[in-house]
C-alpha cells in the first residue's frame, strides 16, 4: 500500500471483490462476510513485527457493478472480528454485485520496518 512510519495510518483499495449467484433461487437472500484471517506480519521478526486486525479498517464503498438488486453494504470497521461486507437481503433468481474495498491501516508506534503481507478473506453465505 505505502511506505507508511510507525504511528501513521495509511489506505488502500484492495482490488474488485464480485459475489455471482446462479442459484435462481425464489429466496435468494445472501450475506457476505469479510475478516482478517491472518494477521499482517513482517516475516519472523517477533510481536513488532505483526498489525492485528484492530488496527485495519474494512471500508466496502458503494456497488460498482451490480444486477438484480437490491444489495446493502456492510458499515465500515475493522477486522479484529467477522464483520458484514455486502448483502443481498430481498430478492429472488440469478444476481451479481461488485465492490471495490478500501483497507485503512493503522501501524502501531511499535512496529519494525518491513513489507508486511496479511491475508483478507471474504466468504458468502
Known amino acids: ?6 504511528g501513521t495510518t495509511t489506505a488502500g483499495r484492495l482490488g474488485e471483490v464480485r459475489v455471482t449467484d446462479e442459484r435462481a433461487a425464489r429466496d435468494a437472500d445472501w450475506i457476505a462476510t469479510v475478516t482478517l484471517s491472518q494477521d499482517f506480519r513482517a516475516g519472523s521478526r517477533g510481536p513488532h513485527g505483526r498489525i ?3 488496527h485495519v479498517v474494512y471500508r466496502p464503498g458503494a456497488a460498482i ?12 470497521g475493522t477486522l479484529a472480528t467477522f ?7 430481498d430478492g429472488s433468481g440469478s444476481n451479481s454485485v ?3 474495498p478500501t483497507l485503512k491501516v ?5 512496529a519494525v520496518a518491513g513489507f508486511y503481507r496479511g491475508v483478507v478473506t ?4
Open 52 to 54: 492485528s486486525g484492530g
Open 65 to 76: 457493478d451490480q444486477s438484480s438488486g437490491p444489495f446493502t453494504p456492510g458499515d465500515p
Open 83 to 89: 464483520r458484514t461486507a455486502f448483502s443481498h437481503p
Open 1 to 6: 500500500m505505502s511506505d507508511a512510519r510507525p
Open 98 to 100: 461488485a465492490w471495490n
Open 122 to 125: 471474504h466468504s458468502v453465505a
Open 106 to 110: 493503522h501501524v502501531p508506534t511499535a
